[in-house]
């Protein structure tokens, strides 16, 4: 599976996008956080040894969120190419937390036994996590109910960490939900300049 949602998702134009999608597909690779239509899903699904893991992929956008015009690394996206992209913007948190719940529900109902949440965020060469890392992090472990939560963009890895999720059921018994996020992979491969 292959995170498509990043800052550069648009660097080629609503071209870039669906070319890539295609070409992963062609390869018998599942593409999450682009698609070719916005008819298909917002997420992508996988199973693994009996297990249906569906993948949510989400790149930050640049702009306050003033506006409903979608910036990525400050360029303005086409209404077309901004249904094909999974962005978010911190300016409007709150909007596109309840959108990313509702991609989970559907995950879940089309049988996802575990949700993962991608998120392309985070200060560049920055070793420790932001507060609208964490910030989102606890909104997305709490609201959306995701199971894992790992990012990138940084390049350079940042600490782990664990946010703990407690919910009451009606009959009064809290059951807590551990939720790990890896806030930044770091690079694995990459021809990133050298400072």
Known sequence: MIMTSSNHVYDAGKNGITKTVEVLRANDLIAAGTRLTSDEPRYAMAEVKGVKIAMIAYTYETGSGDDSTTYLNANPLTDEAAALVNSFNYGRMDEDVAEMKGIADEARAAGADIVLMYFH??????????????????MVAEQVGADIIFASHPHVPQPPGVITVSKEASDGTVTEKKVPVFYALGNFLSNQRRE
Do not use: D, I, R, S
């Open 121 to 138: 965020w985070g200060e560049e060469y920055h070793l420790t996590p932001n507060e609208y890392q964490k910030n989102l992090a606890q």
